[in-house]
């Protein structure tokens, strides 16, 4: 595993937000040097999710109507939700469902890489959509480092909060976003924060 003590996270990029009244939407686009079908088996197969993703799973996500465990990593108490794939387009298209949010991944080649569309938390509370990019961020981070063949270990949840990089991301995507810089409770209170949000 290569020294996480050395990872620091570029600035904020690649996301948007799609406002509907209350109703906001996330949309991540991160540009990976990793062919389609190799970033396919990281968002899909439990062991790969294992190291980067912000939840274990109990099975691959691969294959439309499975149904899959999804056990969040990082949160105060066990939060597990039962997810079924409702599309599995390898190595194009995957959706799912993970505590109550619809996530959409879109792989499309380029060049000799991967251009990776993550569009989730359809129904986000607008204070918390600047986190969830910061750690969304670090995650893919997290991920292209894996396909590398450099692992640095998942960062989510309390842990990855706590993290420089973290806090760095989070007001760039406020600013990003039009939106105050949410104050982070005491940590004690993060964990609760952090738990209602999923």
């Known amino acids: 595993m290569a020294d996480r003590e050395q990872y620091a996270p570029g600035p904020a990029y690649g996301a948007q937000v799609r406002k509907d009244g209350e109703k906001w939407t996330l949309i991540l686009v991160r540009e990976m040097r990793h062919a389609p079908e190799k970033v396919w088996q990281a968002l899909t197969d439990p062991a790969h999710l294992r190291e980067w993703a912000p939840f274990d799973a109990d099975g691959n996500l691969g294959t439309v109507g499975t149904t899959v465990k999804l056990t969040t990593m990082g949160a105060p108490a066990l939060h597990v939700t039962e997810t079924r794939v409702t599309r599995a387009d390898a190595p194009n298209e995957l959706e799912y469902n993970w505590g109550g949010f619809d996530m959409r991944w879109q792989l499309e080649p380029l060049g000799r890489g991967t251009r990776t569309r993550l569009t989730l938390w359809t129904n986000i509370g607008h204070r918390f959509i600047s986190m969830g990019a910061a750690g969304w961020h670090i995650c893919l981070d997290v991920l292209d480092h894996l396909l590398s063949g ?4 998942r ?7 706590k ?3 973290w806090q760095r991301l989070n007001a760039e995507y406020a600013k990003q976003f039009s939106i ?3 104050n982070l409770p005491p940590p004690a209170a993060q964990k609760s924060c952090i738990e ?3």
Do not use: H
């Not at 450099?150 to 270990?153: C, F, K, L, W």
């Open 150 to 153: 450099t692992p640095i270990g």
């Open 155 to 161: 960062m989510v949840g309390p842990e990855a909060m």
């Open 163 to 165: 993290f420089g990089g």
């Open 180 to 182: 105050e810089t949410p």
């Open 196 to 198: 209602e949000d999923l």
